[in-house]
C-alpha cells in the first residue's frame, strides 16, 4: 500500500514537470535569462570592434546620473505617472457611477466611454493627431471661434507632455471603468434601501458606503495604472517621438533609444534595472498592501 | 432639487460620452471627406471615398492584415498550449517544488516583455527568428497572466469529475483534455478576446523584431504609413487608421457584452 502511494507520488511529480517544462523554457528564454543578462550587460562597458567591452561595475550607472537627459526622462515619466494614474482613476470612477446609474442612453454611454481601449495606441495617436495639428487640427479651430491663438500643443515644450497624458488618461480610464462597474454590481441594494430609509443624501451614501467598499477595487487598478505609466509609451512615435528638446520623453522610450537608435546597449541595460526595481516595488504593494486587505475582507 | 442635479449629472455623463468618441467621430468625418473639406468642416461636402483607395494604394495592407492575423492566431496557439499543461500541473498535481516555481512565475507578472526589449531582441536573433512572425509571438507564449488564469479555471472544477474519469481508466492527459478543459471553455474564451486585442494593438516590440513587409503587423505598418515624412494628409492617415481598426472594432461592437465580460473575467485575480 505504502508503496503504491510512493509510486503515485512519483508519477505526479514526473508528470507536474513535464507539464511545466514547455512553459519553463520560454520562460526563461525571454523572462528570466534576460533579467538576469540586462543586470549583468549593466556592468560592462560598450564592445567595439577594436576594443573588446570590459567589466565596469558601477560606471554605466554613474554615467546614467551624470546625464541630464536621463534626469528630466525620470522627471517626465514622474509627472506622466502622478497625473495619469490618479485622473483616469477619478474619471473612471465616475463613468462606472454614471454607467451605473438610471440615466437616458445609458448604453450608448457605457460603449463611448469603453471604445478607446480596444483601438490600438498607435491608432490612437493618430487620431488624437488631428486634434492637435497646429491651425488646422480640431482643438485649435475650436480655439479659433473665441478669438485664440493657433497653439502648436505638440511643438512646444509646455504643452507636449501633457497632450501625451491626455491620450493616456483617454485610452486608460475606460478601462479601468469596467472594474469598478464590476464592483459596483457586487454591492448589495440593501445598503442603499438602508441609506434611503436613514434619509442619508445620494452623495453620503456614495461617499460613505459606496468609495469604501471600491477600496480594493482601486488599489488593484492603481497598480495597474502604475504599470501602465512604464508601458503606455506607443503614442509617442507618433505624436512627439520624445521632443522637442526631451520634453516628452518617457523612461521606455529612452530605452528603446538608446538600444535601437544610439546602440548603446550598457546605458539601455542599466536604465532597464533601475525599471525592473521600481516594478519590484509595485509589486511588493500588490502583495503586501492589496494581498491583506482582500484577505481581511 | 434631486430631479435637477441628477439630470445635470446625466447631461454631463453624455457630454464626457461624446468627448470620449469624438476622436473617433473626427476621424470618420476626416476619412470620407476630402482634406480641405475635412478641416473646414464644410457640412455639406460631398463624402468620398478617394481617401481609402489613396490609403490602399499606398501600403500592403493585405499583407499587414495577414500578418496581424497570423500572428494573433500562432500567439494564442501557443497560449493555449502552454498555459493549459503549465496551469493543470500548478492547479491539481502535487509535487516537490512547486510552490517555488510559481512564485517564479508570479515574478514575469512584473518584469514586463516591453521593459526586456534589448535581451529579448539579442535572445530572438541568436534564436535565427529575427524579423519572422514566430519571432514577434514566441515571448508572449509562455504568459504568466495566462497560467495563473487557467490555473484559477481549473482549481474550480469538482475534484470528484476527476476522480470519476480515473475511475473510467481515463489518463491524466486524457483527463485534463476531456474534463478540465471543456469546462473552462468560459476561460479560454475570456482569454482569446483578451489576447486576441493585446496582441492585434501591440506596437514596440513587433517594431523591434520586423523588418520586412512580409512580417509587419498592421500597428507598425500603419506607424510608417502615417509618420510625418511619407507626406500623407490627415484625411487619408484617417482613412487607414480606420481601416486598421475597423476588424477588431466591429467585432467589439458586436459581441460588446462577451467583451466587458472578458476583461473582467481575466482582470479580477
Redesign the interface.
Known amino acids: 500500500m505504502a508503496k503504491g502511494i510512493n509510486i503515485e507520488r512519483r508519477r505526479q511529480a514526473i508528470y507536474g514537470w513535464l507539464l511545466l517544462f514547455p512553459a519553463g523554457v520560454l520562460l526563461s528564454l525571454f523572462a528570466f535569462y534576460p533579467t538576469i543578462a540586462t543586470f549583468w550587460a549593466s556592468l560592462f562597458s560598450r564592445g567595439t570592434r577594436r576594443r573588446p567591452s570590459e567589466f565596469l561595475g558601477t560606471e554605466n550607472y554613474a554615467a546614467l546620473f551624470n546625464d541630464p537627459t536621463f534626469w528630466t526622462v525620470v522627471q517626465n515619466n514622474l509627472l506622466y505617472a502622478a497625473v495619469t494614474v490618479p485622473v483616469s482613476i477619478g474619471i473612471a470612477l465616475a463613468m462606472a457611477l454614471w454607467a451605473n446609474s438610471k440615466i437616458p442612453a445609458r448604453g450608448f454611454v457605457r460603449t463611448a466611454y469603453f471604445t478607446p481601449t480596444v483601438l490600438p495606441m498607435i491608432a490612437a495617436a493618430n487620431l488624437w493627431l488631428f486634434f492637435y495639428t497646429p491651425g488646422l487640427g480640431v482643438l485649435d479651430q475650436i480655439g479659433g471661434l473665441f478669438g485664440l491663438e493657433s497653439v502648436n500643443w505638440l511643438g512646444r515644450p509646455e504643452t507636449a507632455l501633457w497632450a501625451i497624458i491626455i491620450v493616456t488618461i483617454w485610452k486608460e480610464a475606460g478601462f479601468f471603468m469596467i472594474f469598478y462597474l464590476a464592483a459596483l454590481q457586487t454591492i448589495p441594494e440593501d445598503l442603499r434601501e438602508a441609506a434611503d430609509i436613514e434619509g442619508a443624501s445620494r452623495w453620503t451614501y456614495t461617499r460613505r458606503i459606496v468609495l469604501p467598499l471600491l477600496m480594493p477595487t482601486t488599489l488593484f487598478i492603481m497598480v495597474n495604472a502604475m504599470i501602465n505609466s512604464v508601458k503606455l509609451i506607443d503614442h509617442l512615435f507618433i505624436l512627439t517621438k520624445g521632443g522637442p528638446n526631451d520634453a516628452s520623453k518617457l523612461i521606455l522610450y529612452y530605452i528603446w533609444e538608446m538600444a535601437f537608435a544610439f546602440f548603446d546597449a550598457p546605458s539601455a541595460a542599466a536604465m532597464t534595472v533601475l525599471i525592473l526595481l521600481v516594478l519590484c516595488i509595485v509589486a511588493s504593494i500588490q502583495f503586501f498592501l492589496i494581498d491583506r486587505r482582500t484577505h481581511y475582507q | 432639487m434631486?430631479r435637477i442635479v441628477r439630470n445635470a449629472?446625466?447631461t454631463?455623463?453624455?457630454v464626457?460620452?461624446?468627448v470620449?468618441?469624438s476622436?473617433?467621430l473626427?476621424?470618420f468625418w476626416?476619412a470620407f471627406h476630402s482634406t480641405s473639406d475635412a478641416?473646414n468642416?464644410n457640412l455639406l461636402a460631398p463624402w468620398t471615398l478617394d481617401n481609402f483607395r489613396i490609403a490602399w494604394a499606398g501600403a500592403p495592407w493585405l499583407r499587414y492584415f495577414l500578418n496581424t492575423f497570423i500572428l494573433v492566431t500562432i500567439v494564442l496557439a501557443g497560449q493555449f498550449?502552454?498555459?493549459t499543461?503549465?496551469g493543470?500541473?500548478?492547479a491539481q498535481?502535487?509535487?516537490?517544488g512547486?510552490d517555488v516555481?510559481f512564485i517564479?512565475?508570479l515574478?514575469?507578472?512584473?518584469?514586463?516583455?516591453?521593459?526586456?526589449?534589448?535581451?529579448?531582441?539579442?535572445?530572438v536573433s541568436r534564436?535565427g527568428l529575427f524579423d519572422t512572425i514566430l519571432g514577434v509571438g514566441?515571448?508572449y507564449?509562455?504568459s504568466?497572466f495566462g497560467?495563473f488564469l487557467m490555473r484559477q479555471a481549473f482549481k474550480s472544477v469538482p475534484i470528484e469529475l476527476h476522480e470519476a474519469a480515473k475511475i473510467e481508466g481515463c489518463s491524466?492527459l486524457g483527463i485534463l483534455w476531456r474534463v478540465y478543459v471543456p469546462l473552462a471553455r468560459p476561460t479560454y474564451l475570456a482569454y482569446a478576446l483578451v489576447s486576441v486585442?493585446t496582441h492585434?494593438?501591440?506596437?514596440?516590440w513587433p517594431?523591434?523584431v520586423t523588418n520586412s513587409a512580409d512580417t509587419r503587423p498592421?500597428?507598425v505598418g500603419?506607424?510608417i504609413f502615417?509618420?510625418p515624412e511619407s507626406g500623407v494628409n490627415?484625411s487619408v492617415?484617417?482613412a487607414?487608421?480606420l481601416m486598421?481598426?475597423a476588424p477588431?472594432?466591429i467585432a467589439?461592437?458586436v459581441f460588446?457584452r462577451q467583451?466587458?465580460q472578458a476583461?473582467?473575467r481575466t482582470?479580477?485575480?
Open positions: 434631486s449629472e446625466a454631463v455623463a453624455i464626457l460620452a461624446v470620449w468618441i476622436p473617433l473626427f476621424a476626416a478641416i468642416f498550449v502552454l498555459t499543461l503549465a493543470f500541473a500548478f498535481l502535487r509535487f516537490p512547486k516555481v517564479l512565475v515574478m514575469q507578472l512584473f518584469i514586463l516583455p516591453e521593459v526586456l526589449i534589448v535581451e529579448n531582441y539579442a535572445m534564436l514566441m515571448p507564449m509562455a504568466a497560467i491524466l486585442s492585434w494593438n501591440n506596437f514596440l517594431l523591434i498592421l500597428t500603419l506607424s502615417g509618420a490627415i492617415i484617417s487607414a487608421t486598421t481598426v477588431l472594432l467589439f461592437l460588446q467583451f466587458v476583461f473582467l482582470g479580477i485575480k
